[in-house]
């Protein structure tokens, strides 16, 4: 095969390679942020403007924190609470904590402290099955 027939073939197989990475980033969504504080007793309210339905979350540190659990509430009212109880560092992720099934979000509340004032964590949803 010569070079100038072969260009084309070489570029659709480069960007569907380069598009494995962004069809996974679409299956991880934002549910929110918020921050907790060095002494928060009481957990930091995340509203979703919007039910948003998935089947896991996790949780990204922005800054040091220990993180304690998160309460989930559902569209019908039905809550649950994941434990996590750990460290984690600046930019460090928890694993995926599953539901049992795809689920309607409607408020997620974080317990945890910051090392700090403040740390800020972002709160993820899994989309796909």
Not at 16 to 28: L, P, T
Not at 82 to 107: A, G, M, P
Request: charged share 25%.
């Amino acid at each position: 095969m010569n070079i100038k027939k072969a260009v084309p073939y070489l570029f659709v197989t480069l960007s569907f390679f380069g598009n494995m990475s962004a069809a996974q980033a679409y299956d991880q969504i934002t549910l929110g942020r918020t921050i907790l504080l060095k002494h928060g007793e009481h957990g930091a309210k995340i509203p979703l403007v919007v039910c948003r339905n998935t089947n896991a979350i996790k949780v990204k540190a922005e800054r040091n924190l220990h993180l304690e659990r998160i309460k989930v509430t559902f569209r019908n009212g039905e809550t649950r609470n994941i434990s996590f109880y750990r460290d984690l560092k600046k930019n460090q992720e928890t694993s995926w904590r599953k539901f049992s099934y795809k689920r309607c979000v409607k408020i997620l509340e974080v317990y945890g402290n910051s090392d700090g004032t403040r740390a800020g964590v972002k709160v993820y949803g899994r989309q796909k099955d």
